[in-house]
């Protein structure tokens, strides 16, 4: 483990030094399986941080270049500190653009309506049984609509833009371990002509 490898490492996830030389060590020297580790605590402190009240935060826009469509969202985090540091205002940013750019309807897949869900699964019942699916098979297979159904349409559990290996949610956790402060979207809005 090099110097230049820990310092290539926290440059692409935003982990400090020591964190960094750490997940090499546990990693033997792999910088994907590093990266892996560096994640799963992220998520850890983010979890130990949920319960913490997010009262502060920044409202970010992003327009498209054809200035048609955009997007403005409020992100929200435990102090002003936070919310006037770049990595932050930088995070609001792209989540910003992420929903110009995937047009999610709700935040998370909990918040979809059951009325919603119920007139997709008149049509997903009617296209099965056309299909010639059995009955008992039906059940099953619109639970699985439902639940990709709810993540489609949802910012957290969508594939971010700029690197669909990772969800939005997973992305706000990512910050969470390195910022150190709860992270939430409080609420967002799209326009387009």
């Known amino acids: 483990m ?40 992220s998520k850890d402190k983010a979890i130990k941080k949920s319960d913490r009240v997010a009262r502060e935060g920044t409202i970010a826009s992003y327009v498209h270049s054809n200035n048609r469509v955009g997007a403005i969202v409020k992100l929200l985090c435990e102090t002003d500190f936070v919310a006037r540091n770049d990595d932050f205002k930088a995070l609001a940013q792209d989540i910003a653009m992420h929903i110009t750019a995937s047009n999610p309807q709700y935040i998370k897949p909990e918040d979809v309506s059951a009325e919603v869900v119920e007139k997709e699964k008149e049509i997903w019942t009617a296209q099965l049984k056309q299909e010639g699916k059995p009955e008992e098979m039906i059940g099953k297979i619109l639970e699985g609509k439902e639940k990709k159904f709810r993540e489609e349409i949802s910012l957290l559990t969508q594939p971010f833009v ?3 290996d990772q969800t939005v949610g997973e992305l706000i956790t990512e910050n969470i371990g390195k910022i150190g402060e709860n992270i939430q979207v409080g609420e967002f809005s799209r326009l387009e002509l």
């Open 162 to 164: 700029k690197n669909p």
């Open 2 to 41: 090099s110097l230049e490898q820990i310092k290539s490492l926290r440059e692409r996830t935003g982990a400090g030094i020591v964190e960094v030389k750490k997940a090499l060590e546990e990693a033997g020297g792999d910088d994907n399986k590093a990266i892996d580790i560096l994640r799963k605590k």
